[in-house]
């Protein structure tokens, strides 16, 4: 059962997830765009609206960083028969 807040909660972790800022500016403009975008198309999903996320805010891309080791093989050490 979806309930009222349950695409700006959604869309509140999406934001945290992906390093936004979600202070209180952010919980304005992203209610109201929201509220805007349900009332404009009522038959958007929750999905649809959270797919517009990255069109509403600019979100952080990935942090440079050292690369993943490589993938090896490794042994749990159970003797083998």
């Known amino acids: 059962m979806d309930t009222p807040d349950q695409p700006f909660d959604r869309a509140l ?45 600019t979100l952080p891309g990935p942090c440079p960083g050292r690369p993943l080791p490589p993938i090896t093989r490794a042994s749990i050490g159970y003797p083998r028969e």
């Open 13 to 57: 972790l999406y934001l945290r997830a992906a390093g936004h800022d979600t202070g209180p500016e952010t919980r304005a403009r992203l209610h109201s765009l929201l509220q805007v975008h349900a009332a404009e198309n009522p038959a958007l999903s929750n999905g649809q609206l959270l797919a517009r996320m990255p069109e509403w805010f």
